[in-house]
């Protein structure tokens, strides 16, 4: 029994050695993984972990909207509906239907999807440059519409959530924030792995297909318009997860965030920051945003104050500071911040193992 | 009403065209979608009343009009030259990539909004008007400020037009825009060309922030997504890269605004949403706008 058990761990070690150790990017990925896990055990300041939490909202968000864009080519700018309306539909139903919220949430990525489909259907016609501008009228449509119907939405700051709909309603605030985080980042991990999965898998060949070359694909007798349809309903489903996990997290829907122009632009930031076309750039570009948004605070507000003439415009300074340094990144490393690092990792391996092969 | 609805749709319509074509512009020949273009448009208000400031310009005391066609000519070369600064800096290394250039135009937007934060403080400036007075027209008050944006932003559209048809300059533009590399191969400096185009672009949006603001009032200032959102609806209904589209779109949009304005009083913020149904709405009938160049299917 015992020698049972061992030899299944040591089965278990070898190949997470081969899969996981020895292969330079994934190493990396695993190192941040334990960084996150490990995250609240040391006892941060509750607002760096909200700062992380939203932070890894975000980075469902921007992961769903890589799928869309760089597999399918469906370049969306108002990815913030499916944000908007899952933010929406979820506090709605659990605030005024008292439905909890294992219920709330699926049904309303389900719903999310469904919208997506109806909508890709007239959108599906627009191409190129008129997909990218019309579908970022939708999300200010409905902002519009929400803002307009005041008794159940809300009006300005949309629709105030109590502490029992929290994700997890606990009384004490750092175990509830702690639990709240952990689930949080199971989410993100369980959509980035289907994500890669649906991206890497036969169907995630087919959108790249469609967008390397859409007349060819039709001509090889793909169904396109299926094929798309289904890139933005998943695409969509994930997004609406991001939303409620934002609304429930925050305990409001104002409109002008859910739906904005700004959180239509985050993803695509992101998603070009981080490298398209590979679910696991978005997420590092989420953590760079955020993470360089924080520290540029944190440094630069406090350094500021110590140049005379600057003292007072330390705030704005700040921001362009931190746009700066992102423009500077893109332009840069323009495929993205994860695509150079695996690059270069996997460069190094290389000529490591062409090194060995000499000595030999 | 219906006198209300005529007049004043036909008067922000025009200047919106002004607006719209410096974005169908940029699009047309260098093929970037310049999310910087709101960002003109304010900039455009915000430098106009710095430079009459500081030349020493006063409604009551010293209204002159010489003070403000200086401002109004220095204000649209400063943000030209803005333009040109952002096109070097930010959109000419990543020209080959659209949606980096996308990416990097929003981040020169918030910049440049920074930017005036810092230099302003956080206040609404207000933008005096070009001409003070105004006369009866269909039994309305129509300012004499409006009649001519009216005539200023049909005049320098007229003018563009004739320049992109006849000019050397604006042969080079629609070679550019139909075939960057051929053109490329036949003499022509893309580089300067597009900087030159993103110069045009951004003092076309530029003059229209000066000429829409005052009717407006301030709450529009330092909101650049409004004017961003319009010159999208705008374009996209005319069809993209369209000179004749922005012109139709725009006053489509401009008697949509208003209608909104008369039939709805008092619920301003459906303006922006019923231009953009209008929009998604000539989408479905017509994908690519009404005068959109033909995109190939490859």
């Not at chain 1, 990017?25 to 941040?32: G, I, K, S, T």
């Not at chain 1, 949430?105 to 990218?132: D, E, H, N, W």
């Amino acid at each position: 029994m015992i020698k049972m058990v061992g030899a299944l761990l040591r089965r278990i070690y070898s190949s997470f050695a081969t899969n996981i150790l020895d292969v330079p990017p994934r190493l990396l990925a695993f190192l941040l993984l334990m960084v996150l896990l490990f995250l609240p055990v040391a006892r941060l300041d509750l607002y760096i972990l909200r700062i992380v939490t939203i932070a890894l909202i975000f980075a469902i968000f921007a992961a769903s909207w890589d799928l869309l864009v760089g597999r399918a080519g469906q370049v969306s700018l108002g990815h913030a509906l499916f944000f908007g309306i899952g933010a929406y539909l979820s506090a709605y139903l659990s605030r005024f239907h008292g439905l909890p919220l294992w219920a709330t949430i699926p049904l309303s990525m389900l719903f999310c999807a469904l919208v997506a489909v109806l909508l890709g259907f007239p959108c599906l016609r627009v191409k190129g440059p008129y997909l990218t501008l019309v579908t970022m009228a939708f999300p200010l449509i409905l902002a519009v519409g929400f803002f307009a119907l005041d008794p159940p939405f809300g009006g300005e700051g949309g629709i105030a959530l109590t502490r029992a709909q929290r994700l997890f309603p606990m009384e004490a605030l750092y175990p509830q924030r702690v639990a709240e985080y952990y689930l949080i980042l199971f989410l993100l991990l369980v959509s980035a792995i289907i994500l890669y999965k649906i991206a890497n898998s036969k169907t995630g060949i087919v959108l790249v297909s469609i967008l390397d070359d859409e007349s060819a694909s039709k001509a090889c007798g793909i169904n396109v318009t299926k094929y798309k349809l289904l890139a933005w309903a998943i695409s969509a489903f994930f997004a609406g997860l991001a939303g409620c996990l934002y609304a429930h997290y925050i305990q409001a829907t104002p409109p002008t965030t859910v739906l904005g122009l700004t959180t239509s632009f985050y993803p695509v930031i992101m998603t070009i920051l981080g490298g398209i076309g590979t679910i696991y750039g978005p997420i590092v570009g989420a953590f760079i945003l955020w993470s360089l948004m924080e520290f540029t605070l944190w440094v630069l507000t406090d350094f500021f104050q110590f140049i005379p003439f600057i003292a007072n415009a330390g705030d704005e300074l700040r921001i362009i500071v931190y746009i700066g340094i992102i423009i500077v990144f893109i332009i840069k490393w323009p495929k993205g911040i994860s695509k150079f690092v695996v690059e270069k990792l996997d460069e190094l391996t290389e000529k490591r193992e062409l090194d060995e092969r000499k000595k030999k | 009403m219906i006198e209300n609805l005529i007049v004043f749709g036909a008067l922000s319509g025009a200047v919106y065209a002004l607006l719209a074509l410096g974005f169908t512009l940029i699009y047309g020949v260098a093929d970037v979608i310049n999310m910087a273009h709101g960002a003109f448009y304010m900039l455009g208000a915000y430098a106009f009343s710095i430079f009459l400031m500081n030349l020493g310009y006063n409604s009551i005391t010293n209204p002159s009009s010489f003070l403000l066609l200086t401002a109004l000519i220095l204000a649209t070369i400063f943000v030209g030259f803005v333009g040109i600064i952002i096109y070097r800096l930010f959109v000419h290394p990543l020209i080959e990539n659209p949606l980096s250039v996308l990416v990097v135009t929003i981040g020169a937007t918030l910049i440049l909004q920074q930017m005036i934060l810092l230099w302003f403080g956080d206040v609404d400036m207000a933008v005096p008007k070009l001409l003070e007075g105004y006369t009866l027209l269909l039994g309305l008050k129509v300012a004499y400020h409006s009649l001519l944006s009216l005539v200023l932003s049909l005049g320098l559209i007229a003018i563009l037009g004739i320049f992109i048809a006849r000019s050397k300059i604006g042969g080079a533009m629609r070679a550019a825009a139909q075939d960057r590399e051929v053109a490329m191969l036949m003499g022509i400096n893309t580089e300067r060309l597009y900087m030159l185009t993103m110069a045009i672009s951004a003092s076309l949006a530029a003059i229209a922030g000066i000429l829409l603001n005052p009717p407006a009032a301030s709450p529009m200032l330092r909101e650049w997504t409004y004017p961003l959102v319009m010159s999208f609806a705008i374009v996209i209904i005319g069809g993209l890269g369209s000179i004749k589209g922005s012109l139709v779109g725009a006053f489509i949009i401009g008697y949509v605004e208003q209608a909104v304005r008369v039939f709805f009083p008092g619920m301003g913020y459906l303006q922006g949403a019923a231009a953009l149904t209008v929009m998604v709405l000539v989408l479905v009938l017509r994908p690519r706008g009404f005068f959109g160049k033909h995109v190939e299917a490859e």
